[in-house]
């Protein structure tokens, strides 16, 4: 993952923002509890922590990302934008990450996967670990690649060549996958396909008792 990333990070926000759709939306929905904590995985540049932080500014935030290029570029960012003492960073496995360790935190009352899962071969477990990590009350936010499902035939087939480029695969099972593990998890879980499908959008949400 560093050699992948050790000179897209420094082009990622700029040569993503026209076509990662949804994440400011997502971030828009949120709505952590007062004096909450926000956990992103996969936080990679640091974009969204930061406009999360703005955006919910009595919460703590944290990120944890597998790739130490990413973070020296998140670690930069957050600095340039006056939020250390907001934001924290840990590099971490996505499938297997001990909160407490990491940030002295049991868990997290709303956590954040945008445009990671796939990204992530065993992206099924990032799913099964942040839901896991959940605190009573919270929710688990991703949005991803959909499977395009409203758009031209021809769209869809360049847009999965251009990102096979990035070592990027859409997971078509996302929105069954994740109605599934929320339900083992206990958790409720709404799926929505923004943009005609470009996008999907879960949410799951786990009781407060």
């Known amino acids: 993952m560093d050699r992948i990333y050790r000179h897209q990070r420094h082009i990622y926000d700029a040569s993503r923002k026209f076509y990662l759709l949804g994440r400011d939306q997502l971030i828009d929905g949120l709505q952590p509890p007062p004096g909450g904590t926000v956990l992103e995985i996969g936080c990679g540049t640091g974009r969204n922590l930061i406009r999360i932080a703005r955006r919910y500014p009595s919460c703590a935030c944290y990120g944890l990302d597998v790739s130490s290029e990413m973070l020296a570029t998140a670690q930069g960012a957050v600095a340039k934008a006056g939020m250390e003492k907001r934001i924290r960073l840990a590099r971490a496995d996505a499938t297997d990450f001990d909160p407490q360790a990491l940030f002295g935190l049991p868990g997290f009352d709303r956590i954040v996967i945008s445009y990671a899962l796939s990204m992530i071969p065993p992206w099924q477990g990032v799913v099964a670990e942040a839901l896991h990590r959940l605190e009573p009350g919270g929710a688990l936010h991703i949005v991803d690649f959909g499977d395009q499902g409203g758009l031209p035939a ?51 949400a786990r009781p407060r008792g």
């Open 154 to 204: 021809p769209f869809k087939a360049v847009l999965l060549r251009w990102l096979g480029l990035f070592h990027v695969t859409p997971r078509e099972d996302l929105p069954a996958v994740t109605r599934l593990l929320a339900g083992a998890a206990g958790a409720d879980c709404r799926v929505a396909a923004p943009y005609r499908g470009y996008a999907v959008h879960a949410v799951a």
